[in-house]
């Protein structure tokens, strides 16, 4: 028989998941199901559901694509610069929800660095359009992937790699053929979750986008909307987001559970340099 | 808000906080004497085992002195503390308003304890929706200021006695050039924001933009006025509908379009029935509706039935 913890830790243990449970439990039963249909297909409800999917799987998506060599980049270089980079690239997630959006909008915005050159040039102005919600879901999101794939790559036995080298693979296959399926199951995970936090962004895309519904407004908007108007709709769809976010996270654990990320399961010796 | 310790009647509170000292210095005085006098009491009777009389006398002298001193603070100190307690009681009323009297309402707080020296005005703001949710799930609270009818409603059956004190008229604030008639609205490189229907200012901007040729729809549509406000002060947008109680003699950059249908929001105040300060509540509930200098030179109309 295995002893790994005490009744003590039991104990604390239970209480943690409880506190965190139950009040999604609580939340899923007050949901009211006689009331489902007509909110789920109320106007409003199903613009903020397809401004929230499109934008958050289209955020996820960027910052699938650029997470990867960032994060590949910042694993490999051990300069000072490099070192100084990762906390202000991991910041976004420690900052304000809020700031974040203040942040977007001192850029992007009518008065901002780059939305006074955008102006001139005469493209339209970023905020308060669908774009912005794509670009506040990617200024959120990234750190996130980013930070995963950190922690998987981080891990990687370097002696693959030399190995590779030495039989004369250039850094873009390593690049290809040895980063990427080593780190498939962590962009995997990385971008659902990604996903999950575009999908619950709420200040910065706020701050930076504006709730207009069917363009800007998004699922956590129409929520704290219908807190003010109609408590009925907030519990729908607020248990719709909730299963949607525990749906995402049973799906990622089937195709990856091979992949070596566990560092409590004990992987093969690399093989020798003869 | 401020803490005076001036009583009603004029007098200070200083004796009172003369007492608290002397309370707090006598009962130090115990606890440090207390550690002496036991090693007094125990080296005496020490002492008084191997026979030495003379050194015994003087220090049980002493220590009956050192009693009587202790005694005698014990009393100060106890009567100090019993003293405190005759003190006009401080009384602290809580005060749920809409935002729209963000600007407004701590002034006539502050107004309210210059003449009510024992009372402290304590003010939350939120939604009007917020707040009817607030009351009627229990939050303690003495007295209540919604915007709009609903609310009033929803709030439940702790609501004591509304009426209605004030009106809100809707305006257009803009910090724009280009803006100088309401249908410039209709400017293509123009963006504008008003709140949304579901709130009260929302369906008030609707009515006031009925008789308006405004054909644009708005950039954004916020869930409280406040956001409106300050999207408009900060730049980001051209202009927005709000109330006019929203644009404060601090906005110079800010200017404001009347509309030609008057659209206004009626506010409601109530005190709490289970208050536990009713008649405090009630003399500020009086004291607030009678401040219509005030309520106006913020923007309010004011309304005394």
Same mark, same amino acid.
């Given at each position: 028989?295995? #002893? ?49 999917? @499109? ?10 694509? %650029? ?15 490099? #070192? /100084? ?31 006074? %050159? ?5 493209? =339209? ?8 919600? @794509?670009?506040?879901?990617? %200024?959120?999101?990234?750190?996130? *992937? ?27 296959? !390593? ?51 219908? /807190? ?19 749906? *995402?996270?049973?799906? !990622? ?12 399961? #004990? ?8 | ?117 024992? =009372? ?51 305006? /257009? ?91 206004? =929001? ?5 005190? !709490? ?29 004011? *309304?005394?039935?």
């Amino acid at each position: 028989m295995r #002893r790994s913890s005490t009744p003590a830790l039991t104990m604390v243990a239970i209480v943690a998941a409880a506190f965190l449970v139950v009040p999604l439990a609580v939340l899923l039963v007050n949901v009211p199901v006689d009331q489902l249909p007509s909110v789920i297909t109320r106007q409003a409800s199903l613009e903020a559901l397809k401004v929230s999917f @499109v934008s958050a799987t289209i955020s996820a998506l960027i910052a699938a694509v %650029f997470s990867f060599p960032l994060a590949w980049k910042l694993s490999r270089t051990n300069s000072r610069f490099a #070192r /100084l980079l990762r906390p202000l690239i991991l910041s976004p997630i420690i900052l304000p929800p809020t700031v974040a959006g203040i942040a977007l909008l001192t850029l992007y915005g009518r008065n901002g660095v780059i939305g006074r %050159f955008l102006q001139e040039v005469g493209v =339209v102005s970023v905020p308060y359009t669908s774009s912005a919600v @794509v670009i506040a879901g990617v %200024f959120v999101s990234m750190p996130f *992937v980013v930070l995963i794939l950190l922690t998987a790559l981080d891990q990687m036995p370097v002696d693959v790699e030399e190995a590779a080298a030495i039989d004369g693979a250039s850094p873009s296959q !390593i690049f290809w053929h040895i980063g990427l399926p080593y780190s498939a199951g962590s962009i995997v995970i990385g971008v659902a979750l990604g996903w999950t936090r575009a999908l619950g962004e709420f200040g910065a895309t706020l701050t930076f986008a504006g709730s207009l519904p069917g363009v800007t407004r998004t699922v956590p908007m129409q929520v704290y909307l219908d /807190l003010e108007s109609t408590a009925q709709g907030a519990y729908v769809l607020s248990g719709i987001t909730l299963v949607v976010a525990l749906a *995402v996270f049973y799906l !990622i654990r089937i195709p990856w559970r091979s992949a070596p990320k566990n560092p409590r399961q #004990r992987t093969s010796d690399s093989p020798q340099i003869p | 808000m401020r803490n005076s310790s001036v009583n009603e009647d004029g007098t200070t509170g200083e004796s009172a906080l003369k007492f608290r000292k002397i309370a707090y210095a006598s009962g130090f005085d115990l606890l440090k004497g207390a550690r002496s006098n036991f090693k007094l009491i125990s080296s005496s009777s020490r002492l008084s085992c191997s026979g030495e009389k003379a050194n015994v006398n003087h220090r049980h002298a002493t220590i009956i002195a050192r009693a009587m001193r202790n005694v005698i603070a014990l009393f100060i100190a106890t009567s100090a503390l019993v003293g405190c307690a005759t003190d006009t009681p401080r009384q602290t009323i809580t005060v749920l308003a809409a935002s729209s009297m963000a600007e407004v309402l701590p002034e006539i707080a502050e107004a309210f304890e210059a003449e009510n020296r024992n =009372v402290t005005v304590q003010t939350s703001f939120a939604g009007s929706a917020t707040l009817a949710a607030q009351v009627r799930t229990g939050i303690p609270a003495d007295v209540l200021i919604t915007a709009s009818r609903e609310s009033l409603e929803a709030s439940g059956n702790r609501v004591a006695n509304p009426r209605i004190f004030a009106r809100n008229y809707m305006v /257009l604030a803009t910090n724009s050039s280009e803006i100088n008639v309401i249908s410039d609205l209709n400017k293509e490189s123009v963006i504008w924001i008003r709140c949304d229907e579901s709130v009260p200012c929302g369906r008030a901007a609707l009515l006031a933009l009925e008789n308006e040729r405004v054909t644009s729809t708005p950039s954004s549509l916020e869930s409280d006025v406040a956001t409106v406000m300050g999207r408009v002060r900060a730049g980001q947008v051209d202009a927005g509908v709000v109330y006019r109680t929203n644009v404060t003699l601090k906005d110079i950059k800010i200017r404001v379009l009347n509309f030609k249908t008057p659209a206004a =929001v009626d506010l409601y105040i109530s005190e !709490i029935k289970d208050s536990t300060h009713l008649a405090t509540a009630g003399r500020f509930v009086n004291f607030l509706i009678s401040s219509t200098d005030m309520l106006t030179t913020s923007g309010f109309e004011a *309304v005394r039935k």
